[in-house]
């Protein structure tokens, strides 16, 4: 993926290449060209290419969508094959999981983390560099499986065995590979920040004087180290299985395919919160600076994302309601699932009463993240109904599933995601972002991910199941509606890749205090901030805690 | 320890006065705080199970 | 029972219970008793998150009007109230212990399998179901029959475009009927939406589900777990007949079992062969090595002029009967009887240019399959 990475991309170039010439004469010996990328260990720097490699990937994702949504636009087989529609749907999903979205918190993470807590960088730069680099190379190899002979991964993202062992395509072994150097490039970005949050806190900023995106970031981290080597486990019992005649997952040998699915979800069901807790952080910094009031509720916050990542671990089976669990252990899931909804029913509880009484304006960021509320509380409502054991029985691989987790998922955290970019570019690039054309790819997007995704939920409820490539006709006009959603949507993304170009490049000078109303420390530093910051510890006010 | 009892309580459904959340990171040892959560957590599970064995019957 | 679920289940039953067959907009409410339960059961929760979605999204809206900076809102300095806290964490978990209640009753019910009349073993294979009527000697394939010109769009879409079988699994009404569910590959899942039964079938696992069907008909579904290239192929009809019917049906059917088994000992003439082994080609074989053998690499080998297999007959009828281990060849002597196997090996080795000659009697099978 290296070439594909433009050494001198206009993000990168001018968030930094201004700091740089500042800082040349400290840092003499600092290369150029494109080992300056492969090298650097600036937290700034590496978060952008994090974002940046997330953007890329993001769009290659996205295309594998969209062959997926026009081959599903009217019934019959049109443009591809099955099994090539199965790889479709399969890279879509492992793209967007692990190379669009998970890159994306990162990079925000790298970039705002120390800003936020007044650390000059990150605990571990070198790490840092490494964890980054490791990911060109996982999805380089995993994107090539579509080349090799047999094809790539045709067995969906979740990789059931024994489809995705005895049954998989030769390919699989790199699969595994890349997933593998992925996992570690998590693993090894989560220790990092674990390390940067508790030990690199400016003088005076105690555990609950952080910015909530901090807080959620530090969650995240303890649930990818607790996850990624359940993954990696799983992901190595496959290739014994498939390379050294192992059985773990194969029933003719003794083995338990069943096993698999409770190991998948162990790392999956946190996974899924590891997508949507840092957005949480995202938008409880976004919605009191554009309400121009206090977060309401800040501990409770703390204290429900604690609780939402404690109850991840306790609920992974209700992936599996239909697999012919015992009736106990279906009851124990269905309740424990049930009662994730109370910690996530606070946060928009206390969402909704920061913006009561608050003094509220609508730039873009303050769009998305409103957005964000109301979409991402319909995934909840329809995940609530998933919950509910017998209901899951009728609701379980259908549409409604691919509905409900596209929408905590694309208006969940992409659309968090890009209100924090909206939010934090004029400290990023020193410009505000055009304003009217960030509105144009929020209303675009808007309509776009609603009309792809709402039918979903009426296609599924009538009976479609999930992942084929052909339909009967009673669900074809949900399809069509769908897909011409899925490439408005797709295509309202060129305009968010225009802004940020167009920002980079220039417009509106933004002061250190971008918005009026926000507080956090990563204001108090110029835009764009220079390439060190906090080189001397900053003072920390306590602001919110004091009172 | 019916006080952190009662603060890891409020901590796991989410509310806390800030008044009380002062004072319980003013005085006690974060250990304390650590070890009663992870016992409660595991009474929690604990409870779970009973509940859902219960109604399975 | 006097709680708010009660009620509001109510109301939605008057506003939605009006039609028994699916809308195609909602969950169909199903021809059992259990599926109408998981209805109202969707419907109650479907409706709690309307009206929760009502409050918080109007005061939400309502915040976003009426304090809006551009109208010179003066904002408030609040960030905390402990007693609003308590109690909205309080309210969701009653409405989800009211929830949990009538949830735990239905999936008790589901999971009760006791007293059943009929056991249907039901076996998920690539990419066809098989229906195994247990204690009754009958058992039988049930592919999809939607040809694939409608598929490639060469024909017209049929009515049942896709949902359509050779043969349906024939059950009785007012009967519990009890599924044995297995695989013999990977993973698949037997599902009909208006029987509300949805259930993994998994290699070396036999889960069970049961059904009393209220109303005769013709119910279809399909497959819901991916289960390989042509997942989305391998359809689910469920034919519900009034007893007296079915049990003249099953009767018929045992018989004809019978007949089927008496013709192994038969001589039988290579164009009967060729004929029957033409159709068992197309039902079982042609979804991998296509419709003129000639395969899709490469998973799935050539059969037309196929060297190694026309040279090597032993090794044709081994791989046929047994599969082969680690590849996607599976055995099928127990899917096919031996007349089918002798068939479709016979129609493969003279079909297509392979013309050897090779006559397979059936006798010469069930004596392999023995070994």
Same mark, same amino acid.
């Given at each position: 993926?290296?070439?594909?990475?433009?050494?001198? &991309?206009?993000?990168?170039?001018?968030? /930094?290449?201004?700091?740089?010439?500042?800082?040349?004469?400290? &840092?003499?010996?600092?290369?150029?060209?494109?080992?300056?990328?492969?090298? /650097?260990?600036?937290?700034?720097?590496?978060?952008?290419?994090?974002?940046?490699?997330?953007?890329?990937?993001?769009?290659?994702?996205?295309?594998?969508?969209? #062959?997926?949504?026009?081959?599903?636009?009217?019934?019959?087989?049109? @443009?591809?094959?099955?099994?090539?529609?199965?790889?479709?749907?399969?890279?879509?999903?492992?793209?967007?999981?692990?190379?669009?979205?998970?890159?994306?918190?990162?990079?925000?993470?790298?970039?705002?983390?120390?800003?936020?807590?007044?650390?000059?960088?990150?605990?571990?730069?070198?790490?840092?560099?490494?964890?980054?680099?490791?990911?060109?190379?996982?999805?380089?190899?995993?994107?090539? /499986?579509?080349?090799?002979?047999?094809?790539?991964?045709?067995?969906?993202?979740?990789?059931?065995?024994?489809?995705?062992?005895?049954?998989?395509?030769?390919?699989?072994?790199?699969?595994?590979?890349?997933?593998?150097?992925?996992?570690?490039?998590?693993?090894?970005?989560?220790?990092?920040?674990?390390?940067?949050?508790?030990?690199?806190?400016?003088?005076?900023?105690?555990?609950?004087?952080?910015?909530?995106?901090?807080?959620?970031?530090?969650?995240?981290?303890? @649930?990818?180290?607790? #996850?990624?080597?359940?993954?990696?486990?799983?992901?190595?019992?496959?290739?014994?299985?498939?390379?050294?005649?192992?059985?773990?997952?194969?029933?003719?040998?003794?083995?338990?395919?069943?096993?698999?699915?409770?190991?998948?979800?162990?790392?999956?069901?946190?996974?899924?919160?590891?997508?949507?807790?840092?957005?949480?952080?995202?938008?409880?910094?976004?919605?009191?600076?554009?309400?121009?009031?206090?977060?309401?509720?800040?501990?409770?916050?703390?204290?429900?994302?604690?609780?939402?990542?404690?109850?991840?671990? @306790?609920?992974?089976?209700?992936?599996?309601?239909?697999?012919?669990?015992?009736?106990?252990?279906?009851?124990?899931?269905?309740?424990?699932?049930? @009662?994730?909804?109370?910690?996530?029913?606070?946060?928009?509880?206390?969402?909704?009463? /920061?913006?009561?009484?608050?003094?509220?304006?609508?730039?873009?960021?303050?769009?998305?993240?409103?957005?964000?509320?109301?979409?991402?509380?319909?995934?909840?409502?329809?995940?609530?109904?998933?919950?509910?054991?017998?209901?899951?029985?009728?609701? &379980?691989?259908?549409?409604?599933?691919?509905?409900?987790?596209?929408?905590?998922?694309?208006?969940?955290?992409?659309?968090?995601?890009?209100?924090?970019?909206?939010?934090?570019?004029?400290?990023?690039?020193?410009?505000?972002?055009?304003?009217?054309?960030?509105?144009?790819?929020?209303?675009?997007?808007?309509?776009?991910?609603?009309?792809?995704?709402?039918?979903?939920?009426?296609?599924?409820?009538?009976?479609?199941?999930?992942?084929?490539?052909?339909?009967?006709?009673?669900?074809?006009?949900?399809?069509?509606?769908?897909?011409?959603?899925?490439?408005?949507?797709?295509?309202?993304?060129?305009?968010?890749?225009?802004?940020?170009?167009?920002?980079?490049?220039?417009?509106?000078?933004?002061?250190?205090?971008?918005?009026?109303?926000?507080?956090?420390?990563?204001?108090?530093?110029?835009?764009?901030?220079?390439?060190?910051?906090?080189?001397?510890?900053?003072?920390?006010?306590?602001?919110?805690?004091?009172? | 320890?019916?006080?952190?009892?009662?603060?890891?309580?409020?901590?796991?459904?989410?509310?806390?006065?800030?008044?009380?959340?002062?004072?319980?990171?003013?005085?006690?040892?974060?250990?304390?705080?650590?070890?009663?959560?992870?016992?409660?957590?595991?009474?929690?599970?604990?409870?779970?199970?009973?509940?859902?064995?219960?109604?399975?019957? | 029972?006097?709680?708010?679920?009660?009620?509001?289940?109510?109301?939605?039953?008057?506003?939605?219970?009006?039609?028994?067959?699916?809308?195609?907009?909602?969950?169909?409410?199903?021809?059992?008793?259990?599926?109408?339960?998981?209805?109202?059961?969707?419907?109650?929760?479907?409706?709690?998150?309307?009206?929760?979605?009502?409050?918080?999204?109007?005061?939400?809206?309502?915040?976003?009007?009426?304090?809006?900076?551009?109208?010179?809102?003066?904002?408030?300095?609040?960030?905390?109230?402990?007693?609003?806290?308590?109690?909205?964490?309080?309210?969701?978990?009653?409405?989800?212990?009211?929830?949990?209640?009538?949830?735990?009753?239905?999936?008790?019910?589901? *999971?009760?399998?006791?007293?059943?009349?009929?056991?249907?073993?039901?076996?998920?294979?690539?990419?066809?179901? !098989?229906?195994?009527?247990?204690?009754?000697?009958?058992?039988?394939?049930?592919?999809?029959?939607?040809?694939?010109?409608?598929?490639?769009?060469?024909?017209?879409?049929?009515?049942?475009?896709?949902?359509?079988?050779?043969?349906?699994?024939?059950?009785?009404?007012?009967?519990?009927?009890?599924?044995?569910?297995?695989?013999?590959?990977?993973?698949?899942?037997?599902?009909?939406?208006?029987?509300?039964?949805?259930?993994?079938?998994?290699?070396?696992?036999?889960?069970?589900?049961?059904?009393?069907?209220?109303?005769? %008909?013709? *119910?279809?579904?399909?497959?819901?777990?991916?289960?390989?290239? =042509?997942? %989305?192929?391998?359809?689910?009809?469920?034919?519900?007949?009034?007893?007296?019917?079915?049990?003249?049906?099953?009767?018929? !059917?045992?018989?004809?079992?019978?007949?089927?088994?008496?013709?192994?000992?038969?001589?039988?003439?290579?164009?009967?062969?060729?004929?029957?082994?033409?159709?068992?080609?197309?039902?079982?074989?042609?979804?991998?090595?296509?419709?003129?053998?000639?395969?899709?690499?490469?998973?799935?080998?050539?059969?037309?002029?196929?060297?190694?297999?026309?040279?090597?007959?032993?090794?044709?009828?081994?791989?046929?009967?047994?599969?082969?281990?680690?590849?996607?060849?599976?055995?099928? !002597?127990?899917?096919?009887?031996?007349?089918?196997?002798?068939?479709?090996?016979?129609?493969?080795? =003279?079909?297509?240019?392979?013309?050897?000659?090779?006559?397979?009697?059936?006798?010469?099978?069930?004596?392999?399959?023995?070994?």
């Amino acid at each position: 993926m290296a070439p594909k990475l433009p050494p001198q &991309h206009p993000l990168q170039h001018s968030s /930094t290449v201004v700091a740089d010439g500042q800082s040349h004469d400290a &840092h003499s010996a600092h290369p150029k060209g494109v080992m300056r990328w492969l090298l /650097t260990t600036n937290h700034k720097e590496i978060g952008s290419l994090y974002l940046i490699f997330s953007l890329i990937m993001f769009f290659i994702g996205g295309i594998f969508a969209l #062959v997926v949504r026009a081959e599903l636009f009217q019934p019959g087989l049109q @443009l591809v094959e099955p099994e090539f529609f199965n790889q479709m749907t399969t890279m879509h999903g492992l793209i967007m999981v692990f190379a669009a979205v998970m890159p994306a918190f990162t990079g925000l993470a790298n970039w705002m983390i120390p800003l936020q807590i007044g650390a000059p960088d990150m605990a571990l730069p070198r790490l840092n560099n490494f964890s980054f680099w490791l990911l060109p190379v996982a999805f380089t190899l995993l994107l090539s /499986t579509l080349l090799m002979p047999g094809g790539g991964p045709n067995f969906g993202w979740t990789f059931y065995a024994p489809l995705s062992t005895t049954y998989a395509p030769p390919s699989t072994t790199f699969f595994i590979l890349a997933l593998h150097i992925a996992g570690i490039s998590s693993i090894l970005g989560a220790i990092n920040i674990v390390a940067t949050i508790l030990n690199m806190r400016a003088p005076g900023m105690r555990m609950m004087d952080m910015p909530l995106f901090v807080w959620t970031w530090l969650i995240t981290a303890f @649930l990818l180290i607790a #996850v990624m080597p359940v993954l990696a486990g799983l992901i190595t019992m496959m290739l014994m299985d498939i390379n050294f005649g192992t059985s773990f997952f194969d029933a003719a040998g003794g083995g338990d395919p069943v096993l698999f699915q409770h190991l998948f979800w162990f790392f999956g069901h946190p996974e899924v919160y590891i997508m949507i807790l840092p957005a949480f952080g995202i938008v409880s910094a976004i919605i009191p600076t554009f309400a121009r009031k206090p977060l309401f509720g800040y501990a409770s916050m703390v204290y429900a994302t604690a609780a939402i990542a404690l109850l991840s671990f @306790l609920v992974w089976a209700h992936h599996m309601f239909v697999v012919g669990l015992p009736l106990a252990a279906e009851l124990f899931f269905m309740y424990s699932t049930m @009662l994730i909804a109370v910690p996530t029913g606070v946060k928009v509880f206390n969402w909704v009463t /920061t913006l009561f009484r608050g003094s509220i304006s609508f730039e873009s960021p303050m769009l998305f993240a409103l957005a964000f509320v109301v979409l991402f509380t319909i995934g909840g409502f329809s995940g609530l109904m998933l919950a509910i054991a017998p209901a899951d029985f009728q609701y &379980h691989d259908t549409y409604f599933v691919v509905a409900h987790f596209h929408y905590v998922l694309v208006p969940g955290a992409i659309f968090a995601i890009m209100a924090g970019v909206y939010y934090w570019l004029p400290k990023w690039t020193g410009h505000y972002p055009n304003e009217k054309l960030a509105q144009c790819h929020f209303w675009c997007s808007i309509i776009g991910v609603n009309l792809t995704f709402f039918p979903m939920h009426f296609a599924g409820l009538a009976g479609m199941p999930r992942r084929i490539p052909d339909y009967a006709l009673q669900f074809a006009d949900f399809n069509m509606l769908s897909s011409i959603g899925a490439f408005f949507f797709g295509v309202s993304q060129l305009i968010f890749v225009l802004v940020v170009v167009l920002c980079v490049r220039g417009g509106k000078k933004a002061p250190a205090k971008a918005w009026e109303g926000a507080e956090d420390l990563e204001w108090s530093v110029p835009s764009p901030a220079p390439l060190h910051t906090f080189e001397t510890p900053p003072v920390f006010n306590r602001t919110q805690s004091s009172d | 320890m019916w006080s952190v009892v009662k603060s890891v309580l409020a901590a796991l459904i989410g509310v806390q006065s800030n008044v009380k959340r002062q004072q319980d990171f003013s005085s006690g040892k974060p250990l304390i705080f650590i070890v009663t959560a992870i016992v409660i957590t595991l009474v929690f599970v604990l409870i779970l199970v009973g509940v859902a064995l219960v109604a399975a019957r | 029972m006097h709680l708010p679920w009660r009620w509001l289940l109510t109301i939605t039953c008057a506003v939605s219970c009006s039609q028994a067959q699916a809308n195609g907009w909602n969950m169909p409410v199903g021809v059992t008793d259990l599926s109408r339960d998981i209805y109202n059961l969707h419907m109650t929760i479907f409706w709690i998150c309307v009206v929760i979605g009502l409050i918080v999204f109007g005061a939400m809206f309502y915040s976003l009007y009426r304090y809006r900076h551009a109208k010179g809102a003066k904002p408030a300095n609040f960030h905390e109230n402990t007693t609003v806290e308590v109690l909205w964490t309080a309210i969701p978990i009653l409405i989800l212990i009211g929830m949990a209640v009538p949830a735990t009753a239905t999936l008790k019910k589901m *999971y009760d399998t006791s007293d059943a009349d009929l056991d249907v073993m039901i076996i998920g294979q690539q990419w066809r179901w !098989r229906y195994e009527y247990l204690g009754e000697d009958v058992a039988f394939n049930s592919n999809m029959s939607t040809p694939w010109e409608q598929i490639h769009g060469e024909e017209e879409h049929g009515e049942h475009y896709l949902l359509d079988v050779d043969e349906p699994l024939v059950l009785p009404i007012n009967r519990k009927v009890r599924f044995l569910m297995t695989a013999d590959d990977v993973i698949h899942s037997w599902w009909v939406p208006e029987l509300a039964v949805k259930q993994d079938t998994i290699p070396g696992f036999i889960n069970e589900n049961w059904v009393k069907i209220n109303e005769p %008909g013709i *119910y279809r579904g399909q497959c819901a777990e991916l289960c390989g290239v =042509n997942h %989305g192929f391998m359809p689910v009809v469920v034919h519900a007949m009034e007893e007296e019917e079915f049990d003249s049906w099953l009767a018929e !059917r045992k018989e004809a079992q019978e007949q089927e088994a008496m013709g192994v000992d038969r001589e039988w003439e290579l164009d009967d062969l060729m004929a029957r082994g033409e159709s068992v080609y197309r039902a079982i074989c042609s979804s991998c090595h296509q419709s003129e053998g000639q395969g899709a690499l490469p998973a799935f080998p050539a059969l037309a002029n196929n060297q190694p297999m026309i040279d090597d007959f032993d090794w044709h009828l081994d791989v046929v009967i047994n599969g082969v281990s680690g590849a996607a060849m599976p055995a099928f !002597r127990s899917t096919l009887n031996p007349v089918e196997l002798a068939a479709v090996v016979t129609y493969t080795r =003279n079909a297509w240019g392979n013309d050897t000659g090779d006559v397979v009697q059936p006798a010469l099978v069930a004596e392999k399959i023995a070994q």
